[in-house]
């Protein structure tokens, strides 16, 4: 499912490289995983979770990737 929303959003945005997603807003962070493809496409990443352990946890794992500020 990650894959294929990506895809789409890279096929919408007609976006091929790396940073030209530009801004990309992500709602619903969960583990986080989906934000750090993202980080890889676009120039920022900003991801809003609602919930405080899933945010907790995907803040640890982005940050392990030096992914969060």
Known sequence: VVARMIELLMHGANARTAG?????????????YQAALLAKL????ISV??????HDKARDKLAALRLSN
Do not use: D, F, M, N
Request: overall charge positive.
């Open 20 to 32: 030209s997603l530009g801004r990309t807003l992500e709602i619903g962070t969960g583990c986080g």
């Open 42 to 45: 676009a120039r920022q990443v």
């Open 49 to 54: 979770e609602r919930l405080k352990p899933l």
